[in-house]
């Protein structure tokens, strides 16, 4: 802002003045709030992901096998199971319907622990059983970027998530 009398800039007095400990603690206390709410979202993602992801990753000791989709209706699908080893085939196995999961398709699959649910495996199980956390890191990039002011870690957040979203969409 120019006066009129000289064409000198003006300064303000706010830009001018020290900063009280109010404005601080009230910066400090955006901060903090945010990054809890970063870390929230972040958090919710990981426990969201990992009830399907455990079964994928840590798959050793539990039943697998081999499903042939009959049927989808309400959000599950259903068909023929059939488990690796001496036992045959069985009725019953459901397994959440997805775009991954169409009528007509045979794919590997791991048994929940005491339950008739299925759960994809291999590359594109596991990619499908992460992409809550790649959704959690793209809206955890939003508030780091924008109420942290950290843009170089909000980009590497949201590349992060978005190449997570992508591969599982690729893989499907």
Do not use: N
Request: glycine share 14%; hydrophobic share 45%; net charge positive.
């Amino acid at each position: 802002m120019f006066s009129r009398s000289g064409g000198r800039p003006q300064t303000s007095r706010a830009s001018s003045a020290p900063r009280t400990s109010s404005h601080l603690m009230l910066s400090f206390g955006r901060r903090a709030a945010m990054g809890c709410v970063a870390l929230l979202l972040l958090v919710a993602g990981v426990w969201s992901s990992w009830g399907d992801a455990q079964h994928v990753m840590l798959a050793q000791g539990r039943e697998h096998g081999t499903l042939a989709v009959s049927g989808c209706a309400d959000g599950v699908c259903t068909g023929a199971y059939d488990p690796e080893g001496p036992a045959g085939p069985r009725g019953g196995m459901t397994i959440e319907q997805s775009a991954a999961v169409k009528k007509g398709e045979r794919f590997a699959v791991v048994v929940r622990p005491d339950s008739d649910e299925l759960v994809r495996t291999g590359t594109t199980g596991l990619l499908y059983a992460w992409v809550p956390l790649g959704g959690a890191l793209l809206l955890a990039a939003l508030v780091i970027g924008g109420g942290l002011r950290l843009t170089r870690v909000a980009w590497g957040t949201a590349l992060a998530g978005a190449a997570l979203l992508l591969a599982a969409f690729f893989a499907l």
